[in-house]
Structures are given as C-alpha cells and as structure tokens.
C-alpha cells in the first residue's frame, strides 16, 4: 500500500453513476484512520464493483473486506487489523428506531442532489439527515452533537421554512406497538417521548435551533 486513498480519484469513476455521499466529512476529500464514507445509491452492488475496482489497484485483496446485507453493503480497507478505512453503501434508508421516515425520503435525497467535489446532498436534505442521526444515536453517542452544531450553522430564516415542512413531511414519531401496551409502564415512557419530541421540535420552530439549544444546555447545568 502506498500513499494515501486518493477518494476524488475513487468517485470520479463513479462519475456516470446515480449516488450521492451523506454527512460528508468537512475536511473531505482528506481523511483520518478510521473514517467513513456513507453512499446513498440505487445499485449497492454496481457501485461496491466500481469502488473496488479501483480499491484493488492500491491496496490489494487481501485488504479489503465486504460485508453484504439486504439493503446495504460495508467495504473496508484493514490495515494491521484495523479498519483504515470504510465505505457504507445504502440503497435503502438507514433503520431508525427512534424516528419513523418515509421510503421516499432516500429517493429525495438521491434525485436532488447536487455535485461538490462529488455528488451530494442539498442543504435541506443534508440537515434533515444529520437531524435523524442525532436523534437516533445521541443517548448513546454524545459526539453526534457535531450534527447539531451542523444545523446551527446552516439553518438560515431562508431557509428554516422549508425544512421544517420537509421534516414534518418525511418523518413522524414511532407509533406505540402491542408490547408496548401491554405494559403501562412502557407506555407512558413512550407517551413521555412523543410529547418530549414535539416539544423540541416546536421549540426548534418557535425560537430557533440556537436558542433551544441553549435552553436544553442550561437545564442540564
């Protein structure tokens, strides 16, 4: 293996493909050990092939490792048993558990795309995404506050209509399963949560990300 992966020479030869790259890092097309790559697309497979095509030229076979599931696909580059490097490859949407989203959503994102260095989301689609990552994993992964800081940044009285109206569109609360009611005590934590998940997402219209998230921060002091 020499040098560093070259991933502008990677998407270039997906250049005639239907894809785009979500949550693209901010220092990309640039990388640290153990970064990521995610790729929404139609064809998981067609673009897995035309990324290792290109994979096998710098790093060889057995380097790289494929998992395939149903719907998406995780390409590695191991490097002393470590992954140097992954390529997360969608052709449906992530499972969220803590927030329902319409099938249509990945369409959305995938056919507004706009190209920057490589093809990605637009400014609303790209915020709603980094929304529903935090929202699934931040209880776990405190880290994934950088997509709210992301929002913060991006989120302009411009624009804020609109992405509201998207979110609202695309995305509503989990309804409350038969083993959920079985147990009241399951089913008012999930009323708890429906009603803590409007409210941010009122106050979040109301008085803006900026100053909701300076309320939630004063309340946990």
Known sequence: ??????????????????????????????????????????????????????????????????????????????????????????????QYKKVLVKDAFFSSVIENSKKELVKVPNEIDEMILRYLEYQEYYADRPDKIKHIDYIKEYLSDDNKKQFFDKLHYYTSVPPITYEVVKHSLLREMYKYLQMKFTILQNSIKSYGLKETCRKIIERLK
């Not at 270039?12 to 153990?34: D, H, T, W």
């Not at 994979?55 to 998992?67: A, S, Y």
């Open 1 to 94: 293996m020499s040098g560093k992966l070259n991933l502008l020479k990677i998407f270039n030869a997906l250049e005639e493909e239907v894809y785009c790259v979500i949550k693209k890092s901010l220092i990309f097309p640039q990388y640290e050990m153990g970064d990521d790559v995610d790729i929404f697309c139609y064809s998981k497979d067609k673009i897995t092939e035309l990324i290792l095509f290109e994979l096998k030229e710098w790093v060889g076979d057995k380097q790289i490792k494929l998992h395939t599931e149903d719907y998406q696909n995780h390409l590695d580059i191991i490097v002393d048993g470590k992954i140097y490097f992954r390529f997360d490859i969608y052709q449906k949407l992530p």
